[in-house]
Protein backbone atom coordinates (compact mmCIF):
# COMPACT_ATOMS: atom_id res chain seq x y z
CA UNK A 1 0.00 0.00 0.00
CA UNK A 2 1.45 4.07 -0.83
CA UNK A 3 1.26 6.04 1.75
CA UNK A 4 2.55 9.73 1.09
CA UNK A 5 2.64 11.43 4.55
CA UNK A 6 3.58 15.43 4.91
CA UNK A 7 4.85 17.44 7.91
CA UNK A 8 6.38 20.39 8.34
CA UNK A 9 3.29 22.96 8.39
CA UNK A 10 2.77 25.23 10.64
CA UNK A 11 2.03 29.30 11.40
CA UNK A 12 4.73 31.52 10.14
CA UNK A 13 5.16 35.46 9.90
CA UNK A 14 5.86 36.84 6.06
CA UNK A 15 9.75 36.81 5.83
CA UNK A 16 9.98 33.48 7.51
CA UNK A 17 10.70 29.91 6.45
CA UNK A 18 9.56 26.45 6.98
CA UNK A 19 10.48 22.93 5.52
CA UNK A 20 7.78 21.10 4.54
CA UNK A 21 8.56 16.88 4.33
CA UNK A 22 6.85 13.97 2.70
CA UNK A 23 7.77 10.41 3.68
CA UNK A 24 6.38 7.49 1.61
CA UNK A 25 6.28 3.94 1.48
CA UNK A 26 5.43 1.26 -0.91
CA UNK A 27 6.55 2.68 -3.77
CA UNK A 28 10.01 2.35 -5.61
CA UNK A 29 10.99 5.97 -4.36
CA UNK A 30 14.07 6.33 -7.36
CA UNK A 31 11.31 5.85 -9.35
CA UNK A 32 9.10 8.56 -9.52
CA UNK A 33 9.15 12.39 -10.02
CA UNK A 34 7.94 13.66 -6.79
CA UNK A 35 5.73 16.65 -6.25
CA UNK A 36 4.32 19.63 -3.94
CA UNK A 37 0.96 21.58 -4.79
CA UNK A 38 -1.16 23.45 -2.76
CA UNK A 39 -4.43 24.41 -2.52
CA UNK A 40 -5.57 27.90 -1.10
CA UNK A 41 -9.45 28.34 0.34
CA UNK A 42 -11.41 29.23 -2.55
CA UNK A 43 -8.88 27.92 -4.75
CA UNK A 44 -8.28 25.61 -7.02
CA UNK A 45 -5.38 23.38 -6.47
CA UNK A 46 -1.85 24.77 -8.07
CA UNK A 47 1.56 23.12 -8.99
CA UNK A 48 3.92 24.49 -6.65
CA UNK A 49 7.36 22.55 -8.04
CA UNK A 50 8.61 19.29 -9.08
CA UNK A 51 11.81 17.06 -8.99
CA UNK A 52 13.08 14.30 -11.47
CA UNK A 53 13.64 10.47 -10.52
CA UNK A 54 17.69 11.18 -10.11
CA UNK A 55 17.21 14.26 -8.78
CA UNK A 56 18.84 16.41 -11.53
CA UNK A 57 16.00 18.21 -13.16
CA UNK A 58 13.83 20.44 -10.85
CA UNK A 59 10.86 23.03 -12.11
CA UNK A 60 8.96 25.74 -9.72
CA UNK A 61 6.07 27.61 -10.50
CA UNK A 62 6.53 31.55 -11.54
CA UNK A 63 4.89 32.22 -8.17
CA UNK A 64 7.60 30.67 -6.10
CA UNK A 65 10.63 30.19 -8.08
CA UNK A 66 14.00 31.89 -6.64
CA UNK A 67 12.17 31.38 -2.77
CA UNK A 68 11.01 27.82 -2.51
CA UNK A 69 13.82 24.62 -3.51
CA UNK A 70 12.53 21.48 -3.48
CA UNK A 71 14.94 18.05 -2.96
CA UNK A 72 14.46 14.56 -2.02
CA UNK A 73 16.82 12.00 -0.04
CA UNK A 74 16.40 8.59 -1.85
CA UNK A 75 17.78 7.26 1.20
CA UNK A 76 14.83 8.17 3.25
CA UNK A 77 12.68 8.01 0.74
CA UNK A 78 11.36 11.40 1.61
CA UNK A 79 10.97 14.89 -0.26
CA UNK A 80 11.28 18.09 0.64
CA UNK A 81 10.65 21.85 -0.15
CA UNK A 82 12.11 24.39 1.25
CA UNK A 83 10.68 27.65 1.65
CA UNK A 84 11.91 31.13 2.30
CA UNK A 85 10.83 34.49 2.02
CA UNK A 86 7.10 33.57 2.52
CA UNK A 87 4.23 35.55 1.72
CA UNK A 88 0.56 35.58 3.37
CA UNK A 89 -0.31 34.65 -0.83
CA UNK A 90 1.70 31.55 0.06
CA UNK A 91 -1.10 30.43 2.83
CA UNK A 92 -2.71 27.02 1.63
CA UNK A 93 -3.11 23.47 2.23
CA UNK A 94 0.31 22.11 0.43
CA UNK A 95 0.10 18.48 -0.98
CA UNK A 96 2.70 15.76 -1.94
CA UNK A 97 2.31 13.85 -5.24
CA UNK A 98 4.25 10.74 -6.63
CA UNK A 99 4.22 10.18 -10.30
CA UNK A 100 5.92 6.68 -11.39
CA UNK A 101 8.54 7.56 -14.52
CA UNK A 102 11.36 5.51 -16.69
CA UNK A 103 12.56 8.49 -17.38
CA UNK A 104 14.72 9.80 -14.47
CA UNK A 105 15.21 13.00 -15.58
CA UNK A 106 11.96 13.79 -16.56
CA UNK A 107 9.33 16.17 -14.49
CA UNK A 108 5.79 17.04 -14.73
CA UNK A 109 3.30 19.84 -13.51
CA UNK A 110 0.01 18.12 -14.65
CA UNK A 111 -1.90 17.49 -11.30
CA UNK A 112 -3.30 14.34 -13.82
CA UNK A 113 0.04 12.87 -14.24
CA UNK A 114 0.49 11.76 -10.31
CA UNK A 115 -0.79 8.85 -9.43
CA UNK A 116 -0.65 9.01 -5.61
CA UNK A 117 -1.12 11.94 -2.66
CA UNK A 118 -0.48 12.75 0.33
CA UNK A 119 -3.08 14.24 2.84
CA UNK A 120 -1.77 17.44 3.27
CA UNK A 121 -0.30 20.22 5.52
CA UNK A 122 -1.59 23.48 6.13
CA UNK A 123 0.68 26.56 5.78
CA UNK A 124 -0.27 29.70 7.50
CA UNK A 125 1.94 33.10 7.04
CA UNK A 126 0.39 35.66 8.58
CA UNK A 127 0.83 39.31 7.37
Known amino acids: QVQLVESGGGLVQAGGSLRLSCTTSGLTFSMNIMAWFRQAPGKEREFVAA????????LYSDSVKGRFTISRDDAKNTVYLQMDSLKPEDTAVYYCAADYSRWSTVVVDRENEFDYWGQGTQVTVSS
Open 51 to 58: ISGSGTTT
